[in-house]
């Protein structure tokens, strides 16, 4: 699914520069669930928005679906993105103006997907998360978990092969990451491939692997027992 070989990657500050990512090395087979853990600032989005191509490394591979990642165009980088990603992030990313059922219907207007399809689509997958009676509510009028449910339908909506979260469960109480968790643990149990950041020790448990990032370094990679979530809610 995802190869990285020796990625380093730093960022501008003023005259010097701050170095993130310094060597990293990881492969993802499709149908695993990885956890990416560490401490704040420890480099795990900076990984994950390089593996999600919105960002770019420094030095390094990284080959994603067979094809090496580099000095993509910005045209070619979407077109890409769109096809084989799915992002979920801590604070939804919803369009606030937009309501549920045209949030999850957008990612498949910039493939190109006709009215009635996307919204034919979209229906499918709100439903697919429980969400089917709010279609028409804003995301003003939803609870944090159910706008995560609906961040969650829209990333699904172009059936992506790999989903990224960066702290999915970041802004939910507890109760309702058990039952994001649970959802995204289903999806998992399907075949989808999953990459998520967490810092919660409780959740990256609920993944079959956890990457152990410090100071831009895995200083541990290695398989779980999955904890299941749906015990919890
Ligand atoms: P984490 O997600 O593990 O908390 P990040 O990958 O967000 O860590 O950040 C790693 C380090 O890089 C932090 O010190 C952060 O301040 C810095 N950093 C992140 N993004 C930028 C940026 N665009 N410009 C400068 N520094 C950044
Ligand atoms: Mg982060």
Redesign the pocket.
């Known amino acids: 699914m995802l190869k990285i070989n020796q990625l380093h990657k730093s960022?501008?500050?003023g005259d010097s520069s701050?170095h993130?990512l310094k060597g990293i090395d990881i492969s993802v087979e499709e149908g695993e669930m990885v956890a990416i853990m560490?401490?704040?600032?420890?480099?795990?989005?900076?990984?994950l928005?390089i593996i999600g191509m919105l960002d770019e490394a420094d030095t390094g591979d990284y080959i994603l679906d067979g094809l090496p990642i580099k000095n993509l165009t910005e045209k070619k980088a979407a077109v890409y993105r769109n096809k084989f990603l799915g992002f979920i992030f801590q604070s939804f990313n919803l369009i606030n103006y937009k309501n549920a059922i045209e949030n999850v219907a957008l990612p498949l207007y910039y493939q190109g997907i006709k009215r009635k399809e996307r919204i034919e689509k979209a229906k499918f997958h709100l439903q697919k998360v429980g969400l089917l009676d709010w279609a028409d509510h804003l995301p003003k009028e939803l609870s944090g978990g159910q706008k995560q449910r609906v961040a969650i339908a829209r990333a699904l909506a172009a059936n992506p092969k790999l989903l990224l979260a960066?702290e999915p469960t970041g802004a939910l109480d507890t109760k309702t990451s058990h039952e994001i968790m649970a959802f995204i643990q289903s999806l998992n149990d399907e075949g989808k491939t999953i990459l998520m950041?967490t810092h919660e020790e409780d959740i990256a448990n609920m993944c079959k692997r956890i990457v152990r990032?410090r100071d831009?370094v895995i200083m541990e990679d290695k398989k779980v027992n999955q904890v299941r979530a749906e015990q919890y809610v």
Do not use: M
Request: glycine share 20%; charged share 10%.
């Open positions: 960022y501008p500050i701050l993130v560490g401490s704040s600032g420890s480099g795990k989005s900076t990984l928005n960066d950041v990032l831009g």
